[in-house]
């Protein structure tokens, strides 16, 4: 009966600690968190925060980041009129309910924004300054270079679901800072904890800024891909500090661990005051001014017209002499390789390339989670399978893709001929995100595509 009961406990032992180091399995791949000092910009709290992940509606904070500065250049007042359209009006909740062909004034569009989180109105906002959402999101990334936040690619002002769209948590703690710095005669609208517009009172998603002592803002965001979202600045005596945490799997469950975090930063400087002492204080950088991010903008797409223009040109050649050597390019750094052999098709080997290569894409915490490998990203589909394995091969040199699984897809139409569909296969959901927002940032234009048949192991 001794031995049984000895044996009983011992299972009892094994089966606690299994449940213990199991535990990391069931963990959440969307999660990420970081705390800076405000001023200092010294790190407090990391926890995969150069792993991209989407933003939702954080993306918010950027599309008032570029009206304030719209204010800021005198083209708006905050009374000035926004014109809604018909597409601004019809987007998807959460929104006001605008009606195509009025308008709104920008004060009203801030505690929209800032308390409701109306995509509709950020739709407006967008098409006011840029003339289309499309531009402002071009604006919104060139903006977000421009402060430093190196991860970020932006393809809407409201947050809604985009594979493209991708963020980090110290990105978002970058914007939150500059946020702070570079406007603070309009920051008070942060803290708004409700706001009234058509008889109808909102109250703010933030409910940090009534629970937790000295929280001031920021924004908060959520989809189903992004999981729960939060940025909060908060004071402490001379000390603020900016936390992120994204990825929460419920709002209190994601406000709870920003309190810890918040607390242990708060607790860590208390320890060591010289941590962040006025001595050491960064200045932040010099805010950039609308003209000039214009500017900037219009040389990067005339840049990148030039480079695509002489990369055909570079293809071509190598199309029209396939028994030549492969020529070298200095100016792009590509090797492209003659088309008319069937030197690829060692490239088309179907494999799972090993996660370890992949820490400028997938944050260290995600290489035991990831599981899901169904996802692929389509660079184009080609009238010869020989084109479309060239431009895969040089898409996957210049976008640092050469350990990812390539497949040339035979998609046969109507008309009796082929088109081959050249893609990066065996991909999960956040890396063929990631992977296609690289190429992008390269010049090659690239697609998410679901559900991807993926190739055979």
Same mark, same amino acid.
């Given at each position: 009966m001794g031995w049984v009961f000895r044996c009983v406990i011992i299972l009892g032992a094994v089966l606690t600690l299994a449940g213990i180091f199991s535990a990391p399995a069931h963990a959440n791949s969307k999660y990420a968190a970081y705390v800076m000092h405000a001023d200092t910009g010294d790190v407090l709290f990391d926890r995969y925060s150069t792993a991209r992940r989407y933003p939702a509606s954080l993306t918010k904070m950027m599309t008032l980041y570029l009206l304030f500065e719209e204010l800021d250049a005198g083209a708006l007042t905050l009374q000035s009129k926004l014109k809604v359209s018909a597409r601004a009006a019809g987007q998807p909740p959460s929104k006001l309910g605008l009606k195509a062909g009025s308008t709104i004034d920008v004060e009203t569009a801030i505690e929209a924004l800032v308390v409701k989180s *109306? !995509?509709? &109105?950020?739709?407006? $906002?967008?098409?006011?300054?840029?003339?289309?959402?499309?531009?402002? /999101?071009?604006?919104?990334?060139?903006?977000?270079?421009?402060?430093?936040? #190196?991860?970020?690619?932006?393809?809407? +002002? #409201?947050?809604?679901?985009?594979?493209?769209?991708?963020?980090? +948590?110290?990105d978002m703690a970058i914007l939150g800072q500059r946020v702070v710095q570079?406007?603070?005669? %309009? %920051?008070?609208?942060?803290?708004?904890? #409700?706001?009234?517009?058509?008889?109808?009172?909102?109250?703010?998603? !933030?409910?940090? &800024? !009534?629970? %937790?002592n000295g929280a001031d803002g920021i924004k908060t965001g959520y989809t189903r891909r992004s999981g729960f979202n939060l940025v909060t600045t908060a004071v402490n005596g001379d000390n603020r500090l900016i936390g992120v945490v994204l990825g929460g799997r419920t709002s209190r469950s994601r406000d709870r661990h920003m309190r810890d975090i918040l607390n242990k930063g708060f607790a860590s400087i208390k320890r060591k005051p010289m941590l962040v002492a006025a001595l050491h204080r960064k200045k932040p950088a010099p805010r950039i001014k609308p003209t000039l991010l214009a500017k900037l903008e219009q040389d990067a797409t005339e840049a990148a017209a030039k480079k695509h223009q002489l990369r055909r040109e570079i293809m071509t050649a190598a199309l029209v002499q396939p028994t030549m050597a492969a020529p070298v390019d200095d100016r792009l750094g590509v090797l492209i390789a003659a088309a008319d052999t069937d030197d690829f098709n060692?490239?088309?080997?179907?494999?799972?390339?090993?996660?370890?290569? @992949?820490?400028?894409? $997938?944050?260290?915490? @995600?290489?035991?989670?990831?599981?899901?490998?169904?996802? /692929? $990203?389509?660079?184009? +589909?080609?009238?010869?399978? /020989?084109? +479309?394995?060239?431009?895969?091969? /040089?898409?996957?040199?210049?976008?640092?893709?050469? !350990?990812?699984?390539? *497949? &040339?897809?035979p998609a046969p139409r109507e008309d009796g001929t082929t088109l081959y569909r050249a893609r990066f296969m065996n991909l999960s959901e956040i890396e063929a995100a990631a992977a296609c927002a690289g190429l992008d940032d390269k010049g090659v234009s690239c697609f998410v595509a679901a559900d991807a048949e993926p190739a055979a192991q």
């Open positions: *109306a !995509n509709d &109105v950020a739709a407006v $906002v967008a098409e006011h300054i840029s003339g289309s959402e499309w531009r402002f /999101a071009k604006k919104m990334t060139t903006t977000a270079r421009a402060l430093g936040m #190196s991860r970020t690619r932006f393809r809407n +002002a #409201s947050g809604l679901p985009n594979s493209k769209q991708v963020t980090t +948590a110290r570079d406007f603070p005669q %309009y %920051y008070h609208y942060f803290s708004a904890k #409700s706001f009234t517009w058509g008889g109808r009172t909102y109250a703010s998603h !933030n409910r940090l &800024v !009534n629970t %937790y060692e490239f088309e080997r179907s494999r799972i390339a090993a996660l370890d290569g @992949d820490e400028g894409f $997938v944050g260290e915490g @995600d290489r035991q989670y990831i599981n899901e490998f169904s996802w /692929a $990203v389509q660079i184009g +589909a080609y009238s010869t399978k /020989a084109l +479309a394995q060239e431009e895969l091969e /040089a898409a996957a040199i210049k976008g640092g893709l050469t !350990n990812r699984t390539r *497949a &040339v897809i």
